[in-house]
């Protein structure tokens, strides 16, 4: 008999989800997590910090007023970090005290310490003093997550050469920075820095960042980011970074040298997969620290899963909540419907990007016929209300079929925005829905309507030619 049916490693969104669900189930259910990290790096050092102080940016600095109010507008002159992380602080230790109720509620029991397996089915668990203890379950699901991935030759000193997890640890708001790594992370500290009033210098060593964005969404943030002064510096990597006293030099392997007070590394994740004794499992995890799952996100010990960051794309929250849900179902041998095919993806950036579906580049390199619907914010009632000129909603459909095809939105909202067309696709509607419901007004949730009768006066003039 174990002592749990059971144990989760990790209380990020993956097993926290994955925890409640089994213990729903009627399972003995423990989390193994380390002191002060419950609700793993989502909740204290990634995805939720980095959201409020998102919010906390957008409003001390007036941002989203000054279409409406004047480009000087500005609700306070000297932002410093004590103003940004007021917010942040208070955000996370709420989050933290609902995930603390939720394990407690469904009688999941917390151990705090670090895990590393001894055996297939036990786990050594060593406390915040170093006092270990073992604990066995019939199934184990691993959700330990990733940390950021720290060049071996850089050398990082926390106040002027970081990675993405130690922007919230900044002593002041930089005059200057470089962003290594025009990935998601990268960007999404480059627009918030930028809104800040940084001088911000994004290095990138591919020659296009976001790549698996549509490309017109994309480069409507490049030039929204240029208009708040990003620098940005493609097919160009950095070879070295000397650090000063008063800063650091960022060295290019073309030789450009780039001065500023604060060097941020984005240049990927590395799961923690490696740092568990795998081997005592019969497991073993790749270069990143990734494992790998089948469908059903089981290892090749049967009686193993994982979910989560730790097993790679797409390594999102939201995603991580459904992996760990169903995996929890699949251990307590419950039937469960597949994760949907249909999974959006939002960049919090300033502004906001995000989709659901194919992009343009994929339909056309898979010569898959499409129309494209457009809406544009300037053209909304409730786009002028919000003083958001810029933004656009854009569909692509299936002349064929009038199958939505692909949502992709920037501007404000898009990540709320997409889920009505994430339901519309995963119910297999079409475009004529959309041209046929009434939408509230005013409000940016219409900008469906009027891509939809883009794409339908498109493809309908069309029609006509061929009659």
Same mark, same amino acid.
């Given at each position: 008999? #174990?002592?749990?049916?059971?144990?989760?490693?990790?209380?990020?969104?993956?097993?926290?989800?994955?925890?409640?669900?089994?213990?729903?189930?009627?399972? @003995?259910?423990?989390?193994? !997590?380390?002191?002060?990290?419950?609700?793993?790096?989502?909740?204290?050092?990634?995805?939720?910090?980095?959201?409020?102080?998102?919010?906390?940016? $957008?409003?001390?600095?007036?941002?989203?007023?000054?279409?409406?109010?004047?480009?000087?507008?500005?609700?306070?002159?000297?932002?410093?970090?004590?103003?940004?992380?007021?917010?942040?602080? #208070?955000?996370?230790?709420?989050?933290?005290?609902?995930? /603390?109720?939720?394990?407690? %509620?469904?009688?999941? &029991?917390?151990?705090?310490?670090?895990?590393?397996?001894?055996?297939?089915?036990?786990?050594?668990?060593?406390?915040?003093?170093?006092?270990?203890?073992?604990?066995?379950?019939?199934?184990?699901?691993?959700?330990?997550?990733?940390?950021?991935?720290?060049?071996?030759?850089?050398?990082?000193?926390? %106040?002027?050469?970081?990675?993405?997890?130690?922007?919230?640890?900044?002593? &002041?708001?930089?005059?200057?920075?470089?962003?290594?790594?025009?990935?998601?992370?990268?960007?999404?500290?480059?627009?918030?820095?930028?809104?800040?009033?940084?001088?911000?210098?994004?290095?990138?060593?591919?020659? @296009?960042?976001?790549?698996?964005?549509?490309?017109?969404?994309? !480069?409507?943030?490049?030039?929204?980011? @240029?208009?708040?002064?990003?620098?940005?510096?493609?097919?160009?990597?950095?070879?070295?970074?000397?650090?000063?006293? @008063?800063?650091?030099?960022?060295?290019?392997?073309?030789?450009?040298?780039?001065?500023?007070?604060?060097?941020?590394?984005?240049?990927? %994740?590395?799961?923690?997969?490696?740092?568990?004794?795998?081997?005592?499992?019969?497991?073993?995890?790749?270069?990143?620290?990734?494992?790998?799952?089948?469908?059903?996100? /089981?290892?090749?010990?049967?009686?193993?899963?994982?979910?989560?960051?730790?097993?790679?794309?797409?390594?999102?929250?939201?995603?991580?909540?459904?992996?760990?849900?169903?995996?929890? #179902? #699949?251990?307590?041998?419950?039937?469960?419907?597949?994760?949907?095919?249909?999974?959006?993806?939002?960049?919090?950036?300033?502004?906001?990007?995000?989709?659901?579906?194919?992009?343009?580049?994929?339909?056309?390199?898979?010569?898959?016929?499409?129309?494209?619907?457009?809406?544009?914010?300037?053209?909304?009632? %409730?786009?002028?209300?919000?003083?958001?000129?810029?933004?656009?909603?854009?569909?692509?459909?299936?002349?064929?079929?009038?199958?939505?095809?692909?949502?992709?939105?920037?501007?404000?909202?898009?990540?709320?925005?997409?889920?009505?067309?994430?339901?519309?696709?995963?119910?297999?509607?079409?475009?004529?829905?959309?041209?046929?419901?009434?939408?509230?007004?005013?409000?940016?949730?219409?900008?469906?309507?009027?891509?939809?009768?883009?794409?339908?006066?498109?493809?309908?003039?069309?029609?006509? $030619?061929?009659?």
């Amino acid at each position: 008999m #174990h002592d749990f049916d059971v144990l989760v490693l990790g209380s990020g969104p993956g097993g926290q989800k994955a925890a409640i669900a089994a213990a729903k189930l009627g399972s @003995r259910v423990a989390v193994v !997590e380390r002191q002060h990290m419950v609700g793993g790096v989502c909740i204290n050092t990634g995805t939720v910090p980095s959201k409020t102080l998102r919010e906390a940016v $957008l409003y001390l600095t007036g941002l989203s007023q000054r279409e409406v109010y004047g480009q000087s507008y500005r609700l306070k002159d000297d932002i410093t970090v004590a103003d940004l992380t007021a917010r942040t602080q #208070h955000v996370i230790g709420r989050e933290i005290d609902v995930i /603390r109720s939720q394990l407690a %509620r469904n009688r999941v &029991r917390l151990i705090t310490g670090t895990g590393r397996f001894a055996d297939p089915h036990t786990v050594t668990v060593t406390d915040p003093v170093g006092r270990e203890s073992k604990v066995t379950a019939d199934k184990i699901i691993i959700a330990v997550g990733t940390r950021p991935a720290r060049p071996a030759s850089v050398d990082f000193d926390e %106040r002027t050469i970081i990675d993405s997890d130690g922007i919230i640890n900044l002593e &002041r708001v930089p005059n200057s920075m470089v962003v290594v790594g025009a990935g998601v992370i990268g960007i999404e500290y480059a627009s918030m820095f930028a809104a800040l009033g940084t001088k911000v210098t994004v290095v990138e060593r591919r020659d @296009r960042m976001l790549e698996f964005c549509d490309l017109e969404i994309v !480069e409507a943030l490049k030039y929204h980011l @240029r208009d708040l002064a990003v620098t940005f510096r493609f097919s160009e990597a950095v070879a070295a970074v000397e650090r000063h006293a @008063r800063g650091a030099i960022a060295v290019l392997e073309s030789g450009k040298r780039i001065a500023a007070d604060t060097v941020m590394y984005s240049a990927g %994740r590395q799961g923690l997969g490696t740092e568990l004794d795998l081997e005592n499992a019969g497991l073993a995890a790749d270069s990143r620290g990734r494992i790998e799952v089948d469908a059903d996100f /089981r290892t090749a010990v049967p009686h193993l899963y994982a979910v989560g960051d730790v097993i790679g794309f797409p390594a999102l929250a939201s995603t991580s909540m459904e992996q760990g849900r169903l995996a929890a #179902h #699949h251990a307590c041998d419950e039937p469960a419907r597949a994760l949907s095919e249909f999974q959006p993806i939002g960049i919090y950036t300033i502004p906001e990007i995000s989709f659901i579906g194919r992009t343009e580049d994929e339909l056309t390199r898979d010569k898959v016929p499409f129309e494209v619907g457009i809406s544009r914010y300037r053209e909304l009632a %409730r786009g002028a209300i919000s003083g958001d000129s810029y933004g656009m909603l854009k569909l692509l459909v299936s002349p064929d079929t009038g199958r939505l095809l692909g949502v992709h939105i920037f501007g404000t909202g898009a990540t709320e925005l997409v889920h009505i067309g994430q339901a519309v696709m995963a119910c297999l509607g079409t475009v004529d829905y959309l041209v046929d419901a009434v939408f509230n007004y005013p409000t940016l949730a219409e900008a469906y309507k009027v891509a939809a009768l883009d794409a339908m006066n498109k493809m309908r003039h069309l029609a006509r $030619l061929r009659d």
